[in-house]
T-cell receptor, first 118, second 112 residues
Framework: AQTVTQSQPEMSVQEAETVTLSCTYDTSESDYYLFWYKQPPSRQMILVIR??????QNATENRFSVNFQKAAKSFSLKISDSQLGDAAMYFC???????????????FGKGTKLSVKP | DGGITQSPKYLFRKEGQNVTLSCEQNLNHDAMYWYRQDPGQGLRLIYY???????QKGDIAEGYSVSREKKESFPLTVTSAQKNPTAFYLCASNRGRQTEAFFGQGTRLTVV
């Protein structure tokens, strides 16, 4: 079974600085998707960024980028120029590409709470 | 606007009662999911459904039941058999060929 591990329960960053959130995963599959979701105090889950395992290029979305290391099974999220609105819980998630079974089911890490200091 | 609607936002249950959480989507998504979120636990899968009239147990299905009579709707019933139901419940959906899941706003269930 696949597992996702976020080893940092809490992180803090100064406004305008850069922070990196860590995520590792375990799988025997060669093709899959990885995601970072943000959950602000409103508790609405918001997709931040996604990465297809077959793509070597790291995904980027504005100030958010990932460092995807497939061999190491590592998927970290870098937030540049941190803003107060970035303060939230961040969840790393894995999804298999295999059809049938639990296709589409996301496996989540336990989350990292990010605080942004003004 | 398309999206997923969960209701109610807050729900209180007396011990021994069954309660039903509503989840409706107008995204024309085939697959729908229920997750439970507890502090420090991340999101855990309760039930999922990939097609109408079919659903499967997730990792923590005991004490819960679901139905999928319509593509748009996937209600979750928390039964009296669920011994620790106080939690935040999230419903999600995605289309078969799409990769990301879309989430509702969640329901906070509290046993009183």
């Amino acid at each position: 079974a696949q597992t996702v591990t976020q080893s940092q329960p809490e992180m803090s960053v100064q406004e305008a600085e850069t922070v990196t959130l860590s995520c590792t995963y375990d799988t025997s599959e060669s093709d899959y998707y990885l995601f970072w979701y943000k959950q602000p105090p409103s508790r609405q889950m918001i997709l931040v960024i996604r990465q297809e395992a077959y793509k070597q290029q790291n995904a980027t979305e504005n100030r958010f980028s990932v460092n995807f290391q497939k061999a190491a099974k590592s998927f970290s999220l870098k937030i540049s120029d941190s803003q107060l609105g970035d303060a939230a819980m961040y969840f790393c998630a894995y999804r298999s590409t295999l059809y049938g079974g639990s296709q589409g089911n996301l496996i989540f890490g336990k989350g990292t709470k990010l605080s942004v200091k003004p | 606007d398309g999206g997923i609607t969960q209701s109610p936002k807050y729900l209180f249950r007396k011990e021994g009662q069954n309660v039903t959480l509503s989840c409706e989507q107008n995204l024309n998504h085939d697959a729908m999911y229920w997750y439970r979120q507890d502090p420090g636990q991340g999101l855990r899968l309760i039930y999922y459904s990939q097609i109408v009239n079919d659903f499967q147990k997730g990792d923590i299905a005991e004490g819960y039941s679901v139905s999928r009579e319509k593509k748009e709707s996937f209600p979750l019933t928390v039964t009296s058999a669920q011994k620790n139901p106080t939690a935040f419940y999230l419903c999600a959906s995605n289309r078969g060929r799409q990769t990301e899941a879309f989430f509702g706003q969640g329901t906070r269930l509290t046993v009183v």
